[in-house]
């Protein structure tokens, strides 16, 4: 079975634009608000991912979440679901935080079938493990970032 693209994805930014100082390093390092649609009917929970695949290292986890409710958008500096551990090795988010250049920032939220059974904190392979054979759709939204653009919207 394909995993299909079907979910749409809202947030303080537009797919490919810029993304707020305010959610960044150099901001309020807040994550922002997320809404989503187009979930499938089976859709228990839901997990998401924000990662940089342009950080020197390799991709950069700067927000992992899972068991999320399906019912309501993702509030503003919220808590939604379980935070696992980013690229810092702290669980909940952390903003894009580019050393040079403009950095590419996605993302992705999966549809689930089932609640998942994993601890806080877990990192990004268990998490994907746990979403083996659970997952009904995905989406994503990339946004973009540099802290040396002057011009960026706060």
């Known amino acids: 079975m394909t995993l299909e693209k079907l979910i749409t994805?809202?947030?303080a930014f537009a797919d490919e634009g810029m993304i707020p100082r305010k959610y960044c390093c150099n901001g309020e390092n807040i994550h922002p608000p997320v809404e989503f649609d187009?979930?499938?009917e089976e859709?228990?929970?839901l997990a998401l991912l924000l990662e940089d695949p342009d950080a020197i290292s390799g991709i950069f986890t700067h927000w992992i979440a899972w068991n999320i409710s399906p019912h309501r958008p993702i509030a503003e500096n919220s808590a939604p679901g379980i935070s696992g551990e980013n690229?810092?090795?702290?669980t909940g988010y952390t903003g894009p935080c580019p050393p040079n250049g403009t950095h590419r920032y996605i993302l992705t939220i999966y549809?689930?079938?089932a609640k998942?059974?994993?601890e806080a904190g877990a990192d990004k392979r268990a998490l994907l493990q746990a979403m083996d054979g659970h997952m009904l759709a995905y989406g994503e939204i990339m946004g973009k970032y540099s802290k040396?653009?002057?011009n960026q919207p706060r």
């Open 43 to 45: 859709t228990k929970t």
């Open 9 to 11: 994805i809202k947030s």
């Open 116 to 118: 998942l059974g994993l």
């Open 111 to 113: 549809a689930l079938d």
């Open 38 to 40: 187009n979930l499938p």
């Open 148 to 150: 040396d653009n002057q």
């Open 87 to 90: 690229g810092h090795g702290e």
